[in-house]
């Protein structure tokens, strides 16, 4: 049985949205409704986006969306990953400041049965679930790669990026009152790893991870490690088990501006927030190429 995907991506910058979106259209047991981007350069992100929708033969709305966050500046001014798109076909022309719409309407129609998957900061769905209050409440529930909840692993830092990159946001999408959300953090996607050359040979088949690799060029000159955050939260709306998850109750730092975006999780049986506290490497990566057999 398919499950109902609208996905919020920051793609262009850090290489494992891509890595999460060919996984979504490979996998077929996701009817993926729809893309929204957001940060610096959106429509160059929703070109990334479809550079992969092409390719997999499906036409998936993509919608531009904020480009800055709700109060403060923004950290994220680059689609890098952009350099690509000359090798491959393109949608050039998208809607304009409709990503909040497109998202709350696709809600409506399929009341319950939709998961909103989001591997970004939070500023399109905090507006909207700021424009219509209904909008939560109508969700099959949110599912987020976002987060540092244990802060147990040396070297991370306790700031998330997508918790972090608009705060404001942050807090508005975890104080809605959603029948299901569920946070995969850094504390648990860092855990996650490939090393470049293994990295460039299991991208090096398939005609959807061939392009993803095209954009790894660029992250590849700032980073020496893929990691799989992204990737994780989407596999894990398909089979749970790839990760244990735990109850509880998700605060964001508004006040400390020394670590503001903080996220405070605070277990609870009947507290609303699934965050992920363990996770198998093993199935997860079974489980993901799995889709591109």
Not at 264 to 279: F, L, N, T
Request: aromatic share 10%.
């Amino acid at each position: 049985m398919s499950v109902k995907i609208l996905l919020d991506t920051d793609i262009g910058s850090d290489i494992d949205d891509a890595v999460c979106l060919a996984y979504l259209l490979a996998n077929p047991e996701c009817e993926l409704l729809g893309i929204t981007t957001v940060t610096g350069e959106p429509v160059k992100r929703a070109m990334l986006a479809s550079v992969l929708c092409k390719i997999a033969g499906k036409n998936i709305p993509i919608f531009p969306g904020a480009t800055q966050p709700l109060i403060i500046p923004q950290l994220q001014l680059e689609a890098k990953q952009a350099k690509a798109l000359v090798k491959y076909p393109h949608q050039r022309e998208f809607p304009d400041g409709a990503a909040v719409e497109f998202l709350r309407k696709t809600i409506m129609k399929y009341p319950g049965e939709v998961v909103l998957l989001t591997i970004a900061p939070l500023t399109n769905v905090s507006l909207l679930f700021s424009v219509d209050a209904e909008i939560p409440s109508l969700l099959k529930g949110v599912v987020s790669m976002c987060g540092n909840f244990l802060r147990k692993i040396p070297g991370l830092p306790d700031t998330e990026w997508n918790a972090m990159a608009d705060y404001h946001a942050s807090a508005i999408v975890y104080n809605a009152k959603l029948k299901m959300h569920r946070s995969v953090g850094l504390d648990v996607t860092s855990q996650v790893t490939m090393e470049p050359e293994e990295f460039k040979e299991s991208f090096s088949e398939h005609k959807l991870l061939k392009p993803v690799l095209d954009f790894s060029v660029e992250f590849f000159k700032e980073w020496n490690m893929v990691t799989f955050h992204d990737p994780l939260a989407a596999v894990s709306v398909f089979d749970s088990s790839v990760c244990v998850f735990e109850n509880g109750t998700v605060e964001i730092e508004l006040s400390d501006q020394n670590k503001p975006g903080l996220t405070y999780w605070r277990k609870d049986k009947e507290g609303r927030h699934q965050v992920a506290i363990e996770v198998s490497p093993k199935r997860f990566f079974e489980k993901y190429f799995s889709v591109f057999k």
